[in-house]
C-alpha cells in the first residue's frame, strides 16, 4: 500500500467519522497531490529540470483557491452584511422595544446574529437585520405603539 493510499483512507475515515459530506473528494484529492509531488521529486532527482512545471501547478493551484474564495464571497455576501448589520443593530435596538420598519410594527423579541424577531400583530416576525440599515426604522414609543 503506497503512502498515498493510506493517507487518502485514513482521512476518509476520520473526515466520515467527523460527518462531511465530501470525504471521498478530499482523501482522492490528497492522494493525487501526494503523487504528484512524488513524480516531482523523481523527475527532479533524475536530473530534469522541473521548474517550469513546478510554475504551472502553482498557477493552476491559485486559480483554483481564487476561483473557490471568489465564490464563496459571493455567496456569503448577504449572510455577511445580516451579520455586520446585526452587529451594529445591538447598539441601537435592544429586546422589548417597540419598532416599525417597512409594514411591519411590533416588540422586538430578540436580536440574533442575522435577523431580528419581531412580536407584531400578525404574529411572530424574522426581519434580516440588514433591512434596518437599508429601510426606515422607526423607534417608537409604547405609547404610540398601543394607540
Do not use: C, H
Not at 487518502?8 to 509531488?37: H, M, P, R, W
Not at 523527475?43 to 522541473?50: E, F, L, W
Not at 455567496?75 to 443593530?89: D, E, H, P, Q, R
Request: glycine share 8%; no cysteine.
Amino acid at each position: 500500500m503506497t503512502g498515498g493510499k493510506l493517507l487518502k483512507d485514513l482521512l476518509v475515515k476520520t473526515s466520515e467519522k467527523a460527518g462531511f459530506l465530501y470525504s471521498t473528494v478530499l482523501g482522492n484529492t490528497v492522494q493525487y497531490a501526494i503523487i504528484l509531488i512524488t513524480i516531482l521529486i523523481a523527475v527532479n532527482q533524475v536530473g530534469i529540470n522541473t521548474g517550469i512545471l513546478t510554475d504551472l501547478i502553482d498557477i493552476i493551484i491559485a486559480a483554483i483557491l481564487l476561483g473557490a474564495a471568489l465564490a464563496f464571497g459571493l455567496g456569503a455576501k448577504t449572510s455577511i452584511s445580516n451579520i455586520l448589520a446585526s452587529y451594529y443593530l445591538q447598539n441601537r435596538y435592544k429586546e422589548g422595544q417597540f419598532v416599525k420598519i417597512d409594514d411591519t410594527e411590533g416588540r422586538i423579541i430578540q436580536i440574533t446574529n442575522v435577523a431580528v424577531i419581531i412580536d407584531s400583530a400578525q404574529g411572530q416576525v424574522s426581519v434580516p437585520a440588514k433591512r434596518f440599515s437599508e429601510n426606515n426604522s422607526i423607534l417608537m414609543n409604547q405609547k404610540d405603539s398601543e394607540k
